[in-house]
């Protein structure tokens, strides 16, 4: 049992569990964290998993928690764990089973003031425009073809089919195309659950949020990044549905039975896993990149919803109804990354892809702030370019749902001045508020460590949640 007495604070926010305190521990393990935050880290199984990654054959420096650690299926999310390419291992859960869920944001022209009125229509629209829940079926049906295009091109297939401007793919990380993805490495079972998924929203803790520009906190970045007070902008949260889902499925079952074969122990089966460079660990990484895709392309669909219902609401109302994209980044993803010359693939459970000089996106639980933050060089170096990627739970699912009733949080919201929408009053329930940890208390963090520099806050006016 860990305790706080066996982290070293290296510096502020910064503590080292040393590679001696557990025999199989390879590499130390990292956490970032203010007190505030440790608190609700111990409150979990969260470490402990931490701890268990640590142990991973080519695990390289050290493993990292985020200060929105908490506990999933084998490695917690906020785990960053990089591993060497040329004697390392790749694991689908160490990954995630949602595959490149991430986050974009989208900007308008508006002001937010200037049309309060029209929200309520507007968020009304953006429920029927845009599907959500477990099962929703999207406007596009994939044809074979069309399934194998989207696996290995991403977002610039969606574009081409008129979902969006080509302006947008130069604000996705990646350009939303993720190289090195091979459409037959996904599973025909994975590509039947996705067939009809592209454009929906899904369920759990995605959402589209229409929010404002409350606060400037970084002027010239803001400027830079087209980024102004009062801002009405929205949020897109979501991934690669169920073809992610099943693809990390198939490959976790593939590498437990390969994982013999190879020699590998793990402290728990769901870390899983193969050598890189075996070809059942090829097999994956094509795979995974190729689910990346799908979500790529599935967040451009789900734009291209927005802003269909963007302009029919404010169609009289605002004269330059332009919508633009100004970032979009996953988490979620395993990515090749230079290091101190070596080549690593970093695992990033539920954290974000951070890089010098571009956005970055840390949206906060629903009815909470949500922020644009820029990297820095800090975190190309200590954390192999990684940040956090929202709020992190404190609370189960079923804990939440036995604190509020989902009408009663829906009217809560609304009380506050955040209008709430969704198929499920059960899954409202359990993405309350207080079931996440502080967002500003995790941005805090961030900031302090020099991971990421904040440039705006913005707070939510509507919500639709999967």
Not at 116 to 122: A, D, E, F, N, Q
Not at 171 to 192: L, N, P
């Amino acid at each position: 049992m860990i305790t706080q007495q066996d982290l070293k604070e290296i510096e502020r926010y910064v503590y080292e569990i040393p590679r001696e305190f557990r025999a199989d521990m390879r590499v130390p393990a990292r956490v970032y964290a203010s007190p505030e935050l440790m608190k609700k880290i111990f409150s979990d199984r969260s470490l402990e998993q931490l701890i268990n990654t640590a142990t991973l054959p080519g695990v390289e420096k050290y493993v990292i928690a985020m200060p929105d650690i908490h506990q999933g299926y084998g490695c917690p999310v906020g785990g960053v764990v990089a591993t060497r390419a040329d004697d390392g291992i790749i694991s689908p859960g160490v990954t995630g089973y949602d595959i490149n869920c991430g986050v974009r944001l989208l900007a308008t022209t508006t002001e937010a003031r200037a049309v309060r009125k029209r929200i309520s229509t507007l968020v009304d629209l953006l429920f029927t425009h845009i599907p959500s829940g477990v099962g929703g079926r999207g406007p596009i049906h994939l044809s074979e073809g069309d399934m194998a295009a989207v696996l290995e091109q991403g977002a610039a297939w969606a574009v081409k089919r008129g979902y969006g401007e080509k302006e947008d793919l130069a604000r996705i990380e990646e350009g939303g195309s993720a190289r090195d993805a091979q459409a037959e490495a996904i599973t025909d079972k994975a590509r039947q659950r996705g067939r009809d998924e592209l454009g929906t929203l899904g369920s759990g803790n995605h959402f589209v949020e229409v929010q404002r520009v409350e606060r400037i906190l970084n002027p010239d970045e803001a400027e830079r990044m087209g980024v102004f007070e009062d801002q009405l902008c929205f949020m897109i949260h979501s991934g690669s549905r169920g073809l992610g889902h099943q693809t990390c499925t198939d490959y976790v079952n593939i590498c437990r039975r390969a994982m013999p074969q190879y020699g590998i122990q793990i402290p728990d089966q769901e870390l899983a896993c193969v050598p890189y460079q075996s070809p059942e660990g090829q097999a994956y990484y094509h795979a995974m990149r190729a689910a990346t895709n799908f979500a790529f392309a599935n967040r451009q669909v789900l734009s291209h919803s927005v802003r269909e219902a963007w302009d029919r609401a404010m169609a009289g109302v605002v004269k330059d109804r332009e919508v633009r994209t100004i970032w979009e980044v996953g988490h979620n993803v395993a990515t090749l990354f230079q290091h101190e010359g070596k080549e690593l693939v970093v695992h990033r459970k539920g954290a974000a892809r951070t890089e010098p000089g571009k956005p970055l996106l840390i949206p906060g639980s629903m009815g909470s702030a949500s922020y644009l933050l820029v990297g820095t060089e800090k975190a190309e170096r200590e954390t192999f370019g990684t940040c956090a990627h929202g709020a992190g739970r404190v609370m189960s699912r079923a804990q939440a749902k036995k604190r509020v009733q989902g009408q009663e949080l829906r009217q809560q919201l609304e009380e506050q001045g955040v209008l709430a929408r969704t198929k499920s009053y059960s899954g409202l329930a359990e993405e309350a508020p207080f079931a996440y940890k502080d967002v500003d208390a995790v941005i805090r963090v961030v900031e302090a460590t020099g991971l990421a520099r904040p440039v705006a806050r913005l707070v939510p006016l509507a919500v639709v949640k999967g």
